[in-house]
């Protein structure tokens, strides 16, 4: 990026769409703790232990907090993204394949960006 507008548009992007992103899965994994909810339901009847769905929801707000600090946003959306294949998988299994659109691809693909822009507006090192 040579010049300052790109610069300050890809920033501008980027945060963007971690703030978004933040505010997405810090709310989905809020919303996976009740023990009676939605996603206490889903999670039963795709086989997956109570545990798990509660620790699926540690790691979604946890990234989501995570993608909002510059250092460590690469690392959690690859987790997240991690998360969003595991999803997309459960959903195949269980024979909810048009659920991967909705719920997993759109998140998936704005994650992707995240990483690509971040890696692009990191500092060079220094020539010595």
Known sequence: MSRPWKRVLALAAV????????LMFVRAGWMKFPETGLWARAFAGWGFPAWFRVLIGAVEIAGGLLLLVPRTAVYAALALGLIMLGGMGTHVVHGQPAHIISHEAAPLAALLFVVWLRRRLRPKPAAE
């Open 15 to 22: 945060w963007l769409a971690s703030a978004l992103l933040a």
